[in-house]
């Protein structure tokens, strides 16, 4: 239980207290640039979408993680913000070195990866709300982490 609670705190509840502290400041940047609104991009992972074994706890938060974006968009897309949850499969960088083992590292997604997507969905308009971009891998691991 003490690993449960540890990923709901870091993979949930923390991005909860962030959204419901930026609030206020991101329905005014909305209310300021209608056309453009305030966009939450959340890092989630293909767990939350299809889960692998012995990561259970993981991919129970990042499921909440991206439920929580879509209650965001319910809730707040008509002030201007929308959020959206990226959920990406391994990316090369030092929390997925435990797999190393068993993913060749340069199968993973490349970090620069995710910053292009992120930086995309910052530039759309208000019109587009994007609740959820899952990435995976090339090759028949497609919903696999």
């Not at 959204?19 to 209310?31: F, G, H, N, T």
């Not at 993981?58 to 201007?80: D, R, T, V």
């Not at 959920?87 to 030092?94: H, N």
């Not at 068993?102 to 709300?129: F, H, K, N, W, Y």
Request: charged share 15%.
């Amino acid at each position: 239980m003490r690993r449960f609670d540890r990923q709901l705190t870091v993979n949930l509840r923390a991005p909860f207290a962030l959204v419901q502290e930026c609030l206020p400041a991101l329905r005014q940047a909305a209310a300021a640039r209608p056309d453009h609104g305030a966009r939450i991009v959340a890092i989630a992972s293909v767990l939350g979408i299809v889960s692998e074994p012995g990561l259970a706890a993981y991919s129970a938060a990042k499921a909440a993680l991206i439920s929580l974006c879509q209650s965001i968009n319910g809730e707040e897309s008509s002030a201007g913000v929308t959020a959206t949850a990226i959920a990406p499969g391994f990316v090369d960088t030092d929390m997925s070195a435990w797999a190393h083992g068993r993913i060749d590292p340069g199968e993973m997604i490349p970090p620069a990866d995710i910053a292009e997507l992120v930086l995309a969905l910052t530039q759309l308009s208000a019109r587009s709300v994007i609740p959820l971009v899952a990435m995976s891998r090339p090759g028949p691991t497609q919903w696999r982490a």
